[in-house]
């Protein structure tokens, strides 16, 4: 097991009260593996892939439970310790290239000084790598690309650059958070053909957050569905997208309207938002939400069951 | 009585080979003064009741165009017909009456609320300019307002923070139809909402469209809603249309190449294994509108471009479905 999360809890003291942003979450990553992770904005998703990375930094969070990145535990490890870990085993990407990119600085010198921290090789040797990733990553003409500057670039080319810098020391594991939700669609092809190409030559493992559904049945061979900062329903990309468990993978992907066949007349919409962390309800946090509750879900939180495709959800375990 | 009987059977908006260009720089910058054909010579025909989807990349120009249509941007060059009106050089004094009929809703609701005015205020706000109603009036009409797109009475005097982002375009949405416009242009009104919640929004749209007798312009990335709320399709690259027709058509047998290479990378979810589509890499990016290409601006990315192409500019070509094709070589 490359990666093992568990019980992971992240929690921020906040003027309004305890935040749990993060409560209780488990999850097993393999060598070469992509996992998908969706869900809304405030489910969690992000943060869980910060706690990760080690990069909450924010001294009034919280992190409690355990990650053991190839044995190792990651919760708790020194700062430089973490350091070293990322960029030369962990890498990641963020969804927009603009914040890990200076704008004063030249595409070819930023990778080029990212692979000097992290490897000792003379200057001349970290350009002509850098020459390599560009063209790994398809630019048209590396040799030219390495003398602009992000801004001369575009969106996808700067996510492209991005990408690049994080294969430079050929990471064990990539996490890419949304790194395609600013681009078009035709960009956003390349990209993910990138990320398949990254796993079948590097046999990288990838964590890759979205709210696409799309992306994710394109992508993933395992998806997690997260909402309020739980995992509510896994498994393997076809067990999930062909029998969704949970109601809220069900409504959510009864609500993304078809773009081929039959047009519905109405979109099957799910009711109200999603709920705020600062008042989460005492029981399952979809139920005010959710076409199937009953009593029971009020109550208690539902667990998420054992076994490869499980859902966190009392009706889905009485059937 | 024929003059409102043209009024409506015409159109409600045609654009005749509208033109908006930009000039960016001064004489002292590097490359002088340049200027950026950001609509180029789009000539389109928006009906009455229907939605009119618009596609394209980002930097095609659909927002740009979209702009020009309400005129909150002047035309460069080309008419511009309301109701069969030329508004194309009408000062705003003379748009007033027009502006109560073309209303826009944003994408970003956060952006485009003022956060220091209660939400009922701010959907007061075209009533006071537009009618002559009293207060009472208008505290009636905005709670009418507020019960028409689903927010609650008592929300009236909050402010726009306390909403989630589904509930502030809701409170746009309402500030839009306030006036009862006849066309509504709607710029990516769903893509800063979170997933479930763009279905509840898509709805409420189409609720609108049929009760109060609407017209849409509907322009999103997002091509799967697009298709859920489109009668018909204009797909634009670098400023112009390439194809246009009927929704179900342009989707189901895109003819540009352009077109086909969109709809193809849209990602959908598979339920069946194994029924993965047949998808079209476009090669590099969208060129500069700065420089266009010569000939047909879509022929550096094009799988099929010919020399002819590379030459000649098309000309859209009219086909019996109702469709309208800008290529030398399309597949109809």
Known sequence: ?319 | MSDTMTKTEGPILETRSLMKRFSIGTRFSAEGRRTVHAVDNVSLTVRRGETLGLVGESGCGKSTLARCLVRLYDITDGTLLFEGEDITGKSLRELRPMRRRLQMVFQDPSASLNPRRRVGDLVAEPLRIHTRLSSSEIDKRVAELFDIVGLLPDHVTRYPHEFSGGQRQRVGIARAIALNPDLVVLDEPVSALDVSVQAQIVNLLADLQEKLNLTYIFIAHDLSVVRQVSTRIAVMYLGSVVEEGPAEEVFSAPAHPYSQALISAVPVVETTPGGSRRRILLTGDVPSPLNPPSGCRFHPRCPIAQDRCRTERPQAQSFGDGRKVACHFPTI
């Open chain 1, 1 to 319: 097991m490359m990666l093992s999360v568990r019980d992971l809890r992240v929690s921020f003291r906040t003027e309004d009260g305890l935040v749990r942003a993060i409560d209780g979450v488990s999850f097993d990553l393999e060598e070469g593996e992509i996992l998908g992770v969706v869900g809304e904005s405030g489910s969690g998703k992000t943060v869980s892939l910060l706690a990760v990375m080690g990069l909450i930094t924010d001294p009034n969070a919280t992190i409690e439970g355990s990650i053991r990145y190839k044995g190792r535990e990651l919760v708790g490890l020194p700062a430089r310790e973490l350091r070293h870990l990322r960029g030369n085993e962990i890498a990641m990407i963020f969804q927009d290239p603009m914040t890990a990119l200076t704008p004063v600085y030249t595409i070819g010198w930023q990778i080029a000084e990212q692979i000097r921290a992290h490897q000792n090789i003379s200057k001349a040797k970290a350009l002509a790598r850098v020459e390599e990733l560009l063209a790994e990553v398809n630019f048209p003409n590396p040799r030219e690309a390495m003398s602009r500057y992000p801004h001369q670039l575009s969106g996808g080319m700067r996510q492209r650059a991005v990408i690049a810098m994080a294969l430079s020391c050929n990471p064990a594991l990539l996490v890419a958070d949304e790194p395609t939700t600013a681009l078009d669609v035709t960009v956003q092809a390349g990209i993910l053909d990138l990320v398949r190409k990254l796993r079948s030559t590097h046999n990288s493992a990838v964590v890759f957050i979205t709210h696409d559904m799309g992306v994710v049945s394109e992508l993933a061979d395992r998806v997690m569905v997260m909402y309020a900062g739980r995992v509510v329903e896994r498994g393997s990309r076809a067990a999930l997208f062909s029998g969704p468990r949970h109601p809220y993978t069900r409504a959510l992907l009864g609500s993304i309207p078809p773009l081929t066949g039959e047009k519905p007349h109405r979109l099957p919409a799910i009711p109200g938002s999603p709920p705020s962390l600062l008042r989460l309800p005492q029981g399952c946090a979809f139920g005010p939400r959710c076409p199937v509750r009953f009593e029971a879900c009020e109550a208690e939180k539902p667990a998420l069951g054992s076994g490869p495709h499980a859902a966190a959800c009392l009706r889905e375990a009485q059937a």
